[in-house]
């Protein structure tokens, strides 16, 4: 063919086929994830970890969900379909109930508090489970930031009693909807990228995302108030194809790993000066931003997780010892 007689020329020339070899051997890395392109974390991904592999491989991302739908990344990376994604706890404890404890309400204190547990000796199980089980490798813990009540209505939400029936858009997994359920709410499961039309034609009353998420989606556009809960410090993580990663030499995976921890920290830090400048603005753009009376929200929350079903699947005396995690 053309293309063997020109590699073939190219041989002899001495220069081409040794390049264009290296380019077919170099692994894709697609990443697929319900994010945007805006989205910190994808910012991160693109500055910090795209072009640190870029040697060895290389960093496709495919962001909105068009790869893969919301829910169904893991699986793709467990049966070699998909090399990444930015997955989460809930998602995990589809397939290893013991992750459920990480969907808890009012567990992790903060970004800081979540970065420590996670690089703790306390996840060694759960990510060695992780990788035996679904061929997949946690990375780095990437911060959502802290999720909040995100209304189209406009009553005063003070207690959990005050969200009574109203329909709040969960992420459809179980994990997800007992949290909508245990603030008080009446959960609706739907993917992320159909809420923002779901609150302009009020098929939900409100959804729950950190800040920076109802910014970039820009959710404030068709609600009318934040009611600040922080019932979780939500965190996702880096997701890494084991198979992919056992073929990389010892160099070439440190590289990968400097490189996720590196845009995990940039995007953390991205979305935690985000989470304080975008008070102002959404109060600029009209909606009531307020505090609830959040010890009751942290009790009623605190107090269902630890009595449901999720809990029995919890590593005894692990809650004590995240809370132990200063
Ligand atoms: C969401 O669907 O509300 C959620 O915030 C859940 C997170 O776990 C994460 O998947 C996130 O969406 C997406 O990355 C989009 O930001």
């Not at 410090?233 to 490189?259: E, G, H, I, R």
């Amino acid at each position: 063919s053309l293309l063997q007689a020109s590699l073939a020329g190219a041989a002899v020339a001495g220069f081409g086929l040794s390049s264009a070899r290296a380019q077919a051997d170099k692994p894709l890395l697609r990443m697929s994830a319900p994010l945007t392109p805006t989205d910190q974390r994808a910012i991160g991904l693109e500055k910090h970890f795209g072009p640190a592999v870029a040697g060895f491989a290389t960093y496709q991302p495919h962001y909105n969900a068009t790869l893969f739908k919301q829910g169904t990344e893991l699986e793709a990376i467990a049966r070699g379909n998909l090399e990444m994604s930015i997955t989460s706890a809930q998602e995990l404890a589809t397939l290893i109930p013991a992750w459920s404890i990480f969907t808890a309400g009012y567990l992790l204190r903060d970004a800081e508090h979540q970065k420590k547990v996670f690089a703790s000796d306390l996840m060694d199980g759960l990510k060695k489970t992780t990788e035996d089980k679904l061929g997949v490798k946690l990375l780095s813990v990437m911060y959502l930031g802290r999720r909040q009540l995100n209304l189209r209505t406009e009553k005063e939400i003070k207690t959990p009693e005050d969200l009574a029936g109203m329909k709040l858009r969960m992420p459809n997994s179980e994990a997800w909807l007992f949290l909508g359920k245990a603030l008080g709410a009446n959960p609706l499961p739907m993917a992320f990228t159909e809420i923002y039309t779901a609150l302009q034609t009020g098929a939900i009353d409100g959804q729950d995302n950190p800040l920076p998420t109802d910014k970039d989606s820009k959710f404030y556009e068709v609600t009318k108030q934040i009611v600040l809960t922080s019932h979780l410090v939500d965190q996702n993580y880096l997701a890494f194809s084991k198979k992919v990663w056992d073929k990389f030499t010892p160099d070439q995976q440190a590289t990968v790993q400097k490189a996720a921890d590196a845009a995990a920290e940039a995007a953390r830090q991205a979305q935690l000066k985000l989470e304080d400048d975008l008070v102002d603005f959404f109060k600029q753009q009209g909606l009531k931003v307020y505090a609830p009376d959040v010890a009751a929200f942290r009790k009623k929350v605190q107090a269902d997780y630890l009595t449901s079903k999720f809990a029995k699947d919890w590593p005894a005396g692990l809650v004590d010892k995240i809370n132990a995690i200063q």
